[in-house]
């Protein structure tokens, strides 16, 4: 069990860096685009490529985020729970995250597979659109693994 969490933490640091450069590429392609833009000379293609690159920070960053705990969540009411019932709360709300991104996973698996063999392109580069959504089903696979780990995590604090 422990090398599966020294795996998680090792591929959610890497993704989290995958992710980070991804938002440096949005800043950066955005720069120039607009910088272009005043010379009569925009970067062809900048809203696709900049939304690709969003979806996949967005994929990358959410193990780490999780991992960490950062996501955005209401405490003032379970903050004053007795430790129990707060981590039973936390376990129902974990999960339904699992249930929630096993089908979001499995459904863009299942969409990739289709859009490869209906052989959809983006509109102004013709990018095959299901890399890029395959990428982010696999991005949501590691998230949902993180949940998982975190699952076991609650449970452990649960027997205490």
Same mark, same amino acid.
């Given at each position: %069990?422990?090398?599966?969490?020294?795996?998680?933490? =090792? !591929?959610?640091?890497? /993704?989290?860096?995958? *992710?980070? !450069? =991804? /938002?440096?590429? +949005?800043?950066?392609?955005?720069?120039?685009?607009?910088? #272009?833009?005043? =010379?009569?000379?925009?970067?062809? *293609?900048?809203?696709?490529? !900049?939304?690709? %690159?969003?979806?996949?920070?967005?994929?990358?960053?959410?193990?780490?985020?999780?991992?960490?705990? #950062?996501?955005?969540? !209401?405490?003032?009411?379970?903050?004053? /729970?007795?430790?129990?019932?707060?981590?039973?709360?936390?376990?129902?709300?974990?999960?339904?995250?699992?249930?929630?991104?096993? &089908?979001?996973?499995?459904? %863009? =698996?299942?969409?990739?597979?289709?859009?490869?063999?209906?052989?959809?392109?983006? +509109?102004? &580069?013709?990018?095959?659109?299901?890399?890029?959504?395959? /990428?982010?089903?696999?991005?949501?696979?590691?998230?949902?693994?993180?949940?998982?780990?975190?699952?076991?995590?609650? &449970?452990? $604090?649960?027997? $205490?």
């Amino acid at each position: %069990m422990e090398s599966i969490q020294k795996t998680l933490l =090792f !591929v959610s640091d890497k /993704l989290k860096m995958a *992710g980070a !450069v =991804f /938002l440096a590429g +949005m800043a950066l392609l955005t720069c120039l685009d607009v910088i #272009g833009r005043l =010379f009569k000379y925009p970067i062809f *293609g900048t809203v696709e490529l !900049v939304s690709f %690159m969003g979806a996949l920070a967005l994929a990358c960053s959410l193990p780490y985020t999780h991992r960490e705990d #950062g996501h955005i969540g !209401v405490e003032l009411f379970t903050r004053k /729970l007795p430790s129990k019932v707060r981590h039973t709360v936390e376990l129902c709300t974990e999960l339904l995250s699992l249930a929630l991104f096993v &089908l979001v996973s499995w459904r %863009m =698996f299942h969409f990739s597979v289709s859009s490869k063999a209906s052989g959809v392109l983006s +509109m102004n &580069l013709q990018l095959p659109e299901y890399a890029i959504i395959f /990428l982010l089903a696999c991005g949501f696979v590691i998230f949902t693994l993180t949940i998982i780990n975190s699952i076991f995590q609650t &449970l452990t $604090k649960l027997r $205490k």
